[in-house]
């Protein structure tokens, strides 16, 4: 991900293909890009050297930096170890229980009254080679979150944020605007890196806007639904389909969102998804 690279290691060849952030001024940028994080708590993903938590132990009520480099992390708690508001926890985001970090706490409150959780906010310099899966795996948990700063390839910005219609939409286009508002707020060259990568990269801002309730699907059918549509780009929506759903309820979904069987799932708006999967899901429920 791009942050800073441990001194005590070869800065030809960082970690897991990584290129570290060490521009001051583009952190600085990322950190306000929050917003007023004072009376927050902050989910920090790969701190690295600290360039971002720096800033956010500064500004924020609570900070949880997840690092995954065992150095690193070890360097992270000796610097900020006098920061009461920031804790950095070892381990690989994409395995953290989210739910025991920010979930209701056994024992609080009392029988019958469910206490919400307070809103979380995320930022991070997000590895590019499991960009999607962090991203993916954030929205499952999107319950706990108000908004999300992440810094990916520009590549992967351009797919997050593209329209129906386009040949970068695509599932995590999808998913993506099924839960947040998605920004994109600017790019960072590669020499704002060490080392420099071959690719820009760009920041996006998600601010969580969550379009289940208003298209009908709400529970997780519908996203395994989106994957399933675009389960292989090239074919049809029909192709990608059938295999799942009985020809003619197919056939009758899809002319009751007023959808061709020859349309591809990219051409189509979380709109017209909705109504395929509400159609489906209603004769499946009658049969």
Do not use: C
Not at 43 to 58: D, Y
Not at 127 to 148: C, G, N, W
Not at 184 to 197: D, E, M, N, W
Not at 224 to 250: A, E, H
């Amino acid at each position: 991900m791009p942050r800073a690279v441990s001194a005590d290691r070869p800065r030809s060849k960082p970690k897991l293909g990584q290129h570290f952030l060490n521009e001051e001024e583009y952190a600085r940028r990322i950190v306000e890009a929050l917003g007023d994080v004072s009376q927050s708590t902050v989910l920090e993903i790969g701190p690295g050297r600290g360039i971002l938590t720096e800033q956010l132990g500064k500004r924020a009520r609570r900070l949880i930096a997840v690092e995954m480099d065992r150095v690193l992390a070890a360097q992270l708690r000796l610097k900020f170890g006098m920061h009461r508001n920031v804790e950095i926890i070892e381990a690989d985001v994409l395995a953290v229980d989210i739910d025991s970090l920010f979930g209701p706490k056994p024992g609080l409150g009392r029988p019958g009254i469910e206490i919400k959780p307070e809103p979380v906010k995320v930022v991070g310099n997000l590895p590019f080679y499991i960009t999607s899966d962090i991203v993916l795996r954030l929205f499952k948990f999107a319950k706990y979150f108000e908004s999300i700063v992440i810094m990916v390839q520009r590549e992967v910005a351009d797919r997050i944020a593209a329209e129906p219609g386009g040949r970068e939409y695509g599932v995590l286009s999808a998913t993506a605007q099924l839960h947040a508002r998605v920004e994109k707020l600017f790019t960072v060259p590669p020499g704002a890196f060490s080392p420099p990568p071959k690719v820009f990269s760009a920041v996006l801002r998600l601010t969580m806007d969550p379009q289940q309730q208003r298209l009908g699907v709400v529970g997780d059918g519908f996203i395994d639904f989106i994957r399933l549509s675009f389960g292989q780009k090239r074919k049809t929506l029909w192709n990608n389909l059938k295999g799942s759903y009985d020809n003619s309820q197919l056939k009758r979904a899809l002319a009751a969102a007023k959808v061709k069987p020859t349309a591809r799932a990219e051409t189509l708006s979380l709109e017209q998804s909705a109504a395929i999967y509400r159609a489906l899901r209603e004769q499946q429920a009658e049969s």
